[in-house]
């Protein structure tokens, strides 16, 4: 995935004012957004949904990285990113969730995403800014950092 995060976050898939009931409900509303941008089919809110039931997408850091099983690869249409804020926060397993980083990825790509999300997200001071962001272009720049040239 050479061509970084920020190829993979289009500026439509940024949502900062969504509010859920429940950990099931924002993951739906998570894909959701992927499939109204194009990069899943609907099938994939299943099994973003499914993956949870196996291991919490709960990073720390008030951030959750929901993502599909590895039988929803067929649905991801095209690689992407979808991030979500929900102000009020969300009830993730006991641990209280305002974004969410939502991961579509074919094959392997969603491994290198996580890394590179996780290197953002877990820096406490990136991540206080991103639960904050009012703004699309605030968490565009928080997720792509600059790229080192090849």
Not at 66 to 92: C, N, S
Not at 132 to 148: C, G, H, M, R
Request: charged fraction near 20%.
């Amino acid at each position: 995935m050479a061509e970084g995060l920020g190829a993979l976050l289009d500026p439509a898939a940024i949502r900062l004012t969504e509010t859920a009931a429940d950990r099931d409900a924002a993951i739906r509303r998570c894909g959701e957004v992927l499939v109204e941008v194009g990069a899943v089919a609907p099938a994939y809110v299943a099994a973003m949904l499914e993956r949870e039931q196996s291991i919490s997408t709960y990073v720390g850091e008030g951030v959750a990285i929901p993502h599909g099983t590895l039988a929803g690869k067929d649905t991801v249409l095209r690689d992407a990113l979808a991030v979500l804020r929900f102000p009020a926060g969300v009830d993730w397993g006991g641990q209280p969730v305002s974004v969410c980083v939502a991961i579509a990825a074919r094959g392997d790509g969603h491994v290198e995403v996580l890394g590179e999300l996780a290197q953002i997200l877990l820096d406490p001071d990136r991540a206080a800014a991103l639960r904050a962001a009012t703004d699309q272009q605030t968490v565009y720049d928080l997720l792509t950092p600059i790229e080192e040239t090849a």
